[in-house]
């Protein structure tokens, strides 16, 4: 009867000491702490990202198909 999926539990979440729920055996994606020892730095990870993401911009643009220009556009009714 299709039911042998039933017994599968949920995520087992715990908090962190941080306040954020977390994945238990995985380290905190919000300060990146992991038995309270720091193991991501959270903090290089966003300059990082922000970088990516300022690079991608840039050669999206280089190349004339921008993303804003796409949504800027009104739409018709
Ligand atoms: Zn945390």
């Known amino acids: 009867m299709r039911r042998s999926h039933h017994a599968i539990a949920g995520q087992r979440l715990a908090k962190c000491e941080c306040g954020a729920s977390r994945m238990s055996h995985r380290a905190c994606p919000e ?3 992991y038995n309270g020892n720091v193991i991501i730095d959270i903090v ?3 300059k990082r990202d922000a970088r990516r993401d300022k690079r991608k911009q840039t050669e999206l643009r280089a190349s004339g198909q921008t993303a804003e220009t796409k949504e800027k556009e009104p ?3």
């Open 75 to 77: 739409a018709k009714t």
């Open 31 to 33: 300060c990146g702490k």
């Open 44 to 46: 290089a990870r966003a």
